[in-house]
């Protein structure tokens, strides 16, 4: 039995049309050739699927090994469960992005913290 991945494709260009998560992945990888460009380090943007099927929507890796977890909802603010799990297992730092909010709070995953933040906040202080 042949199966198949289905990779997320994200376009270029932003626009309504295209979608919020769309839209975060075009900053992060914005931010992620910025890093690579001034030299500090060597990054590169992935998304992250387990057997189960649980899929967090993008992992920024730095020399090849998980650096950052980023999760993209519409407007829940709630952690989802393959992110909680994700980093429970990497024990790297994990963030969940919202469209909607104009506050940031911290939700506890065993020893760390997920951020829980309005997209335009945190966005805007990539590089």
């Known amino acids: 039995m042949v199966s198949v991945i289905k990779r997320p494709l994200y376009m270029w260009m932003w ?3 295209s979608g919020y998560k769309n839209m975060v992945a075009i900053e992060l990888y914005r931010a992620v050739a ?3 460009d001034m030299g500090c380090g060597n990054f590169s943007l992935h998304f ?3 057997k189960e099927q649980q899929e967090v929507d993008f992992l920024i890796a ?3 090994e998980p650096f950052l977890l980023v999760e993209a909802k519409t407007s829940d603010t709630t952690p989802s469960p393959a992110l ?3 980093q429970r297992s990497l024990y790297i730092p994990a963030v969940q992005v919202t469209s909607t909010g104009d506050t940031f709070r911290l939700v506890a995953n065993g020893t760390n913290d997920i951020l829980v933040t309005p997209a335009a906040q945190w966005l805007s202080g990539l590089p």
């Open 15 to 17: 626009s309504e049309l």
């Open 34 to 36: 910025s890093w690579n």
């Open 48 to 50: 992250a699927k387990n």
């Open 62 to 64: 730095s020399d090849n």
């Open 84 to 86: 909680l799990k994700y």
